[in-house]
């Protein structure tokens, strides 16, 4: 059983910086977790991506630049460091998984989802 959870949401400052941790379980050994973000009144939408061995990373245009994802898998955890943060960047920030090896943009890709985290930030 897979299962999702997010941490590390608050509220910013315009330009602060913010950490969210997703702490996974559950997963086979060959699997893409992403970050994505629902904005109020908008569809949720990609931000980032990282193939299991951590190799691989694809981003958001919108974020690329400012964002980080990593994991370690030693502690099941992935991360995506905010930097230079805008208040365009405040939505519910949520965790999604996918067997495979190949990054998609589609949240349909996604089969399994954490609770979301808030992130607010202000100008």
């Known amino acids: 059983q897979v299962e999702l959870v997010e941490s590390g949401g608050g509220l910013v400052q315009a330009g602060g910086s913010l950490r969210l941790s997703c702490a996974a379980s559950?997963?086979?050994?060959?699997?893409?977790i992403g970050w994505f973000r629902q904005a109020p009144g908008k569809e949720r939408e990609f931000v980032a991506a990282?193939?299991?061995?951590?190799?691989?990373?694809d981003y958001a245009d919108s974020v690329k630049g400012r964002f980080t994802i990593s994991r370690d898998n030693a502690k099941n955890t992935v991360y995506l460091q905010m930097n230079s943060m805008k208040p365009e960047d405040t939505a519910v920030y949520y965790c999604?998984?996918?067997?495979?090896?190949?990054?998609?943009?589609?949240?349909?890709?996604?089969?399994?989802w954490g609770q979301g985290t808030q992130v607010t930030v202000s100008s």
């Open positions: 999604a998984a996918k067997f495979g090896g190949n990054i998609y943009y589609a949240v349909s890709q996604y089969p399994y």
């Open positions: 559950g997963l086979s050994l060959t699997n893409i």
């Open positions: 990282v193939t299991s061995s951590g190799g691989r990373t």
